[in-house]
C-alpha cells in the first residue's frame, strides 16, 4: 500500500494542492466545535468526555484527508469515526440497556457480521450506494431507537432524533458527484456540517440519559 499516494473522490478537488478542498477543509469545524461544546457540558461523566475526544479526533483526521488527499490521510479520516462508533455501541449496550461489560463488548463484535450482512442492502440504494459503508450506522442507531422506546422513551427519541440527522447528511455525501457538473462546490462540506450536528447530539443522548441515572454515570 502506498500510504503517500493522492487520492481524489470529492467534486470540490480540482488538483493536488493542500487547498484544493478550502469549504470541505474548513467544514471539518463543525466537529470541533460540537467536541468541544459537549466536552464542557459533560464534565463529571468521563465516558462521555472520551467520546468528545474522538469526535475531535474525528475533524483533524477528515481536515487532514481533505487537504493532504492521500492514502494515509484517508485513513486518519476513517479511523476515528470507526472507534467512535464501537465506543458507542459499547456505552449504549451498558448504559442504555443495562449490561455488563462483557456483554457490552460483545455487542461491539457483533457489530461487524452485522454490517456486512446489511452492507449490500445499502449498495443497491441508487445513488446512496456511493455511501454504503455508513449506512449500517443510522440503521443501528433506529433498531437501539426502537429496542429502547419502552425502557427509556426520551434516549429512544434522541436516538431517532440523531439517527434522521445521519440520514440526511449522507444525502449530501451521496449527491456530491452527481451534482458536481451544476455545483462545483459540491455538497460534501454538508455532510460535516450535518454529521458534526449529529455526532455531537449523540453524544447529548448519551450525556441526558446518565444524568438521568446517577447511580449509573461513569
Known sequence: MDLTAQLDGYCERIDPSFWSEPVNAITNAAFLIAALYMWRKSRG??????????????????????????????IA???????????????????????????????????????YVTLPLFEMLPILNVSAGYG???????????????????????????????LISLTFRSLDMPVCENLPLGTHFMWHILNGIALGWMIEVYRRHMLAQPAKQG
Open 136 to 166: 449500517p450506522v443510522p440503521l443501528l442507531i433506529l433498531i437501539y431507537a426502537f429496542g429502547l422506546r419502552h425502557r427509556a422513551p426520551e434516549t429512544a427519541r434522541g436516538l431517532a432524533i440523531g439517527a434522521t440527522i445521519i
Open 77 to 115: 479520516d476513517v479511523a476515528p469515526i470507526a472507534v467512535y462508533v464501537l465506543l458507542y455501541i459499547f456505552l449504549a449496550t451498558r448504559d442504555f440497556w443495562g449490561q455488563n461489560t462483557l456483554t457490552s463488548l460483545g455487542a461491539v463484535l457483533l457489530f461487524f457480521p452485522y454490517a
Open 45 to 74: 461523566l468521563p465516558m462521555a468526555q472520551a467520546l468528545c475526544v474522538v469526535l475531535f479526533a474525528i475533524g483533524v483526521g477528515s481536515f487532514l484527508f481533505h487537504t493532504y488527499a492521500t492514502t494515509w490521510a484517508a
